[in-house]
């Protein structure tokens, strides 16, 4: 009975599959080897698994602390594109600026539309550089009237009842300074001859009052146009008389 139970015991397998008892007889004819299984430690690599780490922080809404920049588009930019400078579009807005008759078929909304602050800057510059002959001082002056004198613009035209921001005002100012410029080396060849002169001057004002005044004063102001477009023109005779020295 013994030997029975001792031998049903040693032929019995499991049903898991997992261990398999045997006879200390049959233990002498086994042979073999235990294989390591193969373990692979996520790091991070595979984008499909985080690690216990990263899964905790994006949990808990810190997710961005492992978000790397990518700097290398941001370096390649050209220094005029970081800047924000449009060559293409300051050329085409002082075109716009110094033809300013309908007719030539240039789209002169979009120096008021589309404002930017590197070509009026330039363009105010650029008259400061030629006030300096022989009056260095009246270069803060001019820059200061380009900002306060477009801020007096500004809000007189909001008054008014005008849609335009500060930044409009502050580009369409800037740019019409340029048949000032264009004026000036003229001025300086007839100087002498006071007649010529004037009526230079005073073109050289309407010109640019006219430029500055079409842009700003729109359909808007209906019956009150002229309380606008008198101030403009005061302006730029200021503006002109920063130069001449009147």
């Known amino acids: 009975m013994r030997h029975n139970t001792l031998t049903s015991t040693m032929q019995f397998s499991p049903t898991n599959g997992d261990f398999t008892f045997v ?19 996520n790091m991070g690599s595979e984008s499909g698994k985080d690690p216990y780490a990263t899964t905790f922080l994006r949990q808990r809404g810190y997710g961005w602390l492992l978000e790397v920049e990518d700097d290398d588009s941001e370096e390649s930019k ?11 579009d300051i050329y085409y807005k002082i075109r716009c600026v110094l033809m300013p008759m309908p007719s030539l078929g240039f789209n002169r909304q979009v120096v008021r539309d589309n404002p930017d602050f590197w070509g009026p800057l330039a363009v105010v510059l650029l008259f400061s550089m030629i006030s300096i002959y022989g009056q260095f001082r009246v270069v803060s002056w001019i820059i200061t009237i380009w900002i306060f004198g477009s801020l007096t613009i500004f809000l007189l035209a909001r008054v008014l009842g005008g849609e335009v921001s500060y930044g409009q005002v502050l580009g369409v100012i800037g740019y019409s300074l ?10 300086l060849v007839i100087g002498g001859f006071d007649v010529v002169a004037t009526l230079i001057k005073l073109f050289g004002v309407f010109w640019a009052a006219y430029s500055a005044a079409s842009l700003l004063v729109g359909d808007e102001f209906k019956t009150k146009k002229p309380l606008l477009i008198y101030p403009i023109f005061l302006l730029y005779i200021y503006f002109l008389s920063l130069y001449t020295g009147v």
């Open 23 to 41: 006879s200390s007889a049959e233990a002498e004819e086994l042979s073999g080897s235990i294989d390591a299984p193969d373990i692979k430690l």
């Open 78 to 88: 050209p220094l005029l594109e970081e800047l924000d400078i449009d060559l293409k």
């Open 178 to 187: 340029l048949p000032l410029i264009v004026i000036a080396p003229l001025l």
